[in-house]
């Protein structure tokens, strides 16, 4: 009788320990499961969160780089057109400068000194001292050179072509352009030698073919200009 009562309680409190351990397991063990679940979901994150973190400084950097290089891009042009529009604007007052040191010369047909000089000699003449241009002789030469400018858009400097009939006989320099469009030149003029007119003269004014600019924006030749040529024809006006 005592064997079979302490029998049944041993059987009891193995029953009791194996349910305990079985308990203990399953509820245990899911809640380790989950807070290792809860870690690694957070250490992605954070990972994830550093990536874009990283990638948007890298994307930053990339564009202000980009940006430093074109403000400096568009420095480098304009400083780089500033400097063009000095060279012009110093060589074309280079060109009138020279030119207004011959007024009152003597016209001279076939003449090229200061002492008397003709139309296309004063201009090449002018341009070789003032800009270090060699043109041809004769206005119907010059007339070849450079590039053809309309009437409405002429600037000082430009070189302006006259004809009795249809060959260009005669040439002056664009001295200025008023507000109001009226061109004055200067050049020598069979009755006064070198002097100053205006388009709007009745004499000149019909006579005007059109114009030739020889000095780019940049302050250089539009072409390679021609060597000089020996004196053959001079002009009729």
């Not at 011959?102 to 139309?119: A, F, H, S, V, W």
């Not at 590039?147 to 664009?174: N, P, T």
């Not at 507000?179 to 070198?194: C, L, N, Q, W």
């Not at 100053?196 to 006579?207: C, E, I, Q, R």
Request: with cysteine; charged share 20%.
């Amino acid at each position: 009788m005592k064997k079979r009562v302490l029998f049944y309680l041993v059987a009891f409190v193995s029953t009791v320990s194996l349910q305990s351990c079985v308990t203990n397991y399953v509820v245990s063990k899911p809640a380790t499961y989950t807070k290792e679940y809860k870690t690694d979901a957070k250490l992605a994150s954070i990972d994830t969160k550093k990536m874009e973190q990283d990638k948007q400084q890298l994307i930053n950097s990339f564009l202000a780089e980009k940006a430093a290089s074109l403000a400096n891009a568009k420095n480098s042009i304009k400083n780089s057109e500033i400097a063009k529009s000095i060279r012009h604007n110093k060589t074309i007052d280079n060109i009138l400068t020279e030119a207004q040191t011959y007024l009152g010369t003597p016209y001279r047909y076939g003449g090229m000194t200061r002492n008397g000089i003709d139309c296309s000699a004063f201009v090449l003449s002018v341009f070789g001292a003032a800009a270090g241009l060699s043109l041809p002789r004769v206005a119907a030469s010059q007339a070849q050179e450079g590039e053809k400018i309309e009437k409405s858009e002429l600037q000082k400097g430009d070189l302006i072509f006259f004809s009795h009939g249809r060959r260009i006989s005669h040439v002056g320099i664009v001295e200025s352009v008023t507000e109001d469009g009226e061109v004055k030149f200067i050049h020598a003029a069979t009755s006064r030698g070198v002097m100053v007119s205006s388009l709007n003269d009745s004499y000149w004014g019909p006579k005007y073919r059109f114009g030739k600019r020889i000095i780019n924006e940049n302050g250089e030749a539009y072409n390679n200009l021609a060597t000089t040529t020996p004196a053959s024809n001079g002009t009729s006006f």
